[in-house]
């Protein structure tokens, strides 16, 4: 069973920066296109970043450039590094695969961000 655990985030001020995590259980993250997302409060969730297996990223207008997803194989772990974060980038964070994947693994408790002076 495909288990993923979503981890980093916190209260940060505008400016700020962190680091989530999205540990996985059941598969291999090398072997697979992964991605984040996020869901604000009364909003759908939506896509933050993808990264496929041969490292290719692609990301939200709203974040490109400040966000950077990447994995560690030998850990089998997801990370978005989060750069100039704005009170707009408050959420609950999530990893899965990417929206154009035929198969959606079961969500996580996700990691709240919440950006505020």
């Known amino acids: 069973q495909v288990q993923l655990v979503e981890s980093g985030g916190g209260l940060v001020q505008p400016g700020g920066s962190l680091r989530l995590s999205c540990a996985a259980s059941g598969i291999s993250v090398r072997n697979y296109d992964m991605a984040w997302y996020r869901q604000a409060p009364g909003k759908q969730r939506e896509f933050v970043a993808t990264i496929t297996t041969g490292w290719t990223t692609t990301y939200l207008d709203s974040v490109k450039g400040r966000f950077t997803i990447s994995r560690d194989k030998n850990k089998n772990t997801v990370y978005l590094q989060m750069n100039s974060l704005k009170p707009e980038d408050t959420a609950a964070y999530f990893c899965?695969?990417?929206?154009?994947?035929?198969?959606?693994?079961?969500w996580g408790q996700g990691t709240q961000v919440t950006v505020s002076s």
């Open positions: 899965n695969r990417p929206p154009y994947s035929t198969t959606l693994y079961s």
